[in-house]
Every structure is written in C-alpha cells, then in structure tokens.
C-alpha cells in the first residue's frame, strides 16, 4: 500500500524568502508518480508540478521546485520568492501504478498549512 | 472555459436523508473521482470511474453511492449509511493523454448534517 507523509502541519516564512515543504512516501513500485497541489481557502484543488519515479532531473515549474531524492524516498516542495498568495494548504499525493484502464488515482498526504508573512 | 462544476456549493441534511452531489467536466475527460476531505486531514477516494456505465469502489466508498451514465456526469449520492458525512467533497477528472494525468479538481461542495 501507499502512503505519503507530510511532517508538518503548519509553516511560516517571510515574503520573498524560500521556504521547503517535506513529503516522504512510502512504496513498493518501480514506477509511480509524484505530485504537489495547493488548496488554497476557496477549497478548490490546483495542480502545481509532478515529477515522475524515472526522471532524472528534479522538476521546475516557475518558482516551484520539487526535490527529489528517490533513494530517501522524498520529494519535498521548493517555494522561491514566496508571495503573500502562496498562503494555502499544500498537499503532496503519489499516482498509484497506471493499470490498463484510464484511471489515475492518487493517495494524498495529510498537507502543510503555509503563511506567508508581510 | 473548460472545466469541472460541482453543486451545490454548500449543503444541509438533515440525519436519516440521501443527498446528491453533482459533478459535471466538459474537459472530455474519461476518469472521473469523488474525493472526501476532513478538517486537517488529506483527501480521501470514495469511488472512481474510468469509463461510462463503469465505476470502482475507492478507499472509504460505504455510505455512498455513483452513477455514470453520461461522460460528462459523475453524481454522489451521500446514503443515510454513512455515518459520518459531515466533509468537503471533491470531485476530479483526468485524461488518459499525456505524461503526467494530473487530476483536474472542481470547487468542491460542503456538506453538513444537522
């Protein structure tokens, strides 16, 4: 079974300053997915950055960066330059194998409550 | 735009009464899924569907109910089996193109029992 471990319920940084956010998971397949999504008070879900259990450089999307470190099991979130609408819940989810259907379930974490402070 | 609606936003239920959730995406995606969020907690499958007229039971699918008789309609009947059915309710869609099948999520809809 999968499991994703977020460690931290709640953090704090400066605007403009980097903050990480952990993620370790826990898996027995070769081949799985990772995922970060950010909810912020509205409640909606919105995608951030994915990097797949084969790729080979860590992934970028703007100012998120995702560390991986396969051996750890870990894929922590970079937020660089943070902005007072970075303040949200951040949630770090694992695509459970990709069966022959069409279905991509994910297993998420229990997320990170991020302020931003002015 | 594309996207995927949910309704109602909010929703109040009296103990011992059915309510459905509606989800429809105009995304033409096939997989659909209902969520369920609890207060500090991470998001929980109830059930999927990866094509019409088919769905899976997820994690947590007693107390609930799917249909999905069109590809653009993926309804939650909330039962009066479910214990405990005060949560957020979050419905996705994904296709099966591209590397990374990201889930596309709507607004989500607040249920509570009174």
């Known amino acids: 079974a999968q499991k994703i471990t977020q460690t931290q319920p709640g953090m704090f940084v400066q605007e403009k300053e980097a903050v990480t956010l952990d993620c370790t998971y826990d898996?027995?397949?070769?081949?799985?997915?990772l995922f970060w999504y950010k909810q912020p008070s509205s409640g909606e879900m919105i995608f951030l950055i994915y990097?797949?259990?084969?790729?080979?450089q860590n992934a970028t999307e703007g100012r998120y960066s995702l560390n991986f470190q396969k051996a750890r099991k870990s894929a922590n979130l970079v937020i660089s330059a943070s902005q007072l609408g970075d303040s949200a819940m951040y949630f770090c989810?694992?695509?459970?194998?990709?069966?022959?259907?069409?279905?991509?379930?994910?297993?998420f974490g229990s997320g990170t409550q991020l302020t931003v402070l002015p | 735009d594309g996207g995927i609606t949910q309704s109602p936003k909010y929703l109040f239920r009296k103990e011992g009464q059915n309510v459905t959730l509606s989800c429809e995406q105009n995304?033409?995606?096939?997989?659909m899924y209902w969520y369920r969020q609890d207060p500090g907690q991470g998001l929980r499958l109830i059930y999927y569907?990866?094509?019409?007229?088919?769905?899976q039971k997820g994690d947590i699918a007693e107390g609930y109910s799917v249909s999905r008789e069109k590809k653009e309609s993926f309804p939650l009947t909330v039962t009066s089996a479910q214990k405990n059915p005060t949560a957020f309710y979050l419905c996705?869609?994904?296709?099966?193109?591209?590397?990374?099948?990201?889930?596309?999520f709507g607004e989500g809809s607040r249920l509570t029992v009174l």
């Open positions: 996705a869609s994904s296709s099966r193109e591209g590397p990374t099948g990201e889930l596309f």
């Open positions: 898996t027995s397949d070769q081949s799985y997915g």
């Open positions: 990097q797949g259990s084969y790729d080979e």
């Open positions: 989810a694992m695509r459970r194998p990709i069966s022959s259907g069409s279905a991509r379930q994910l297993t």
């Open positions: 995304l033409n995606h096939d997989a």
């Open positions: 569907s990866q094509i019409v007229n088919d769905f």
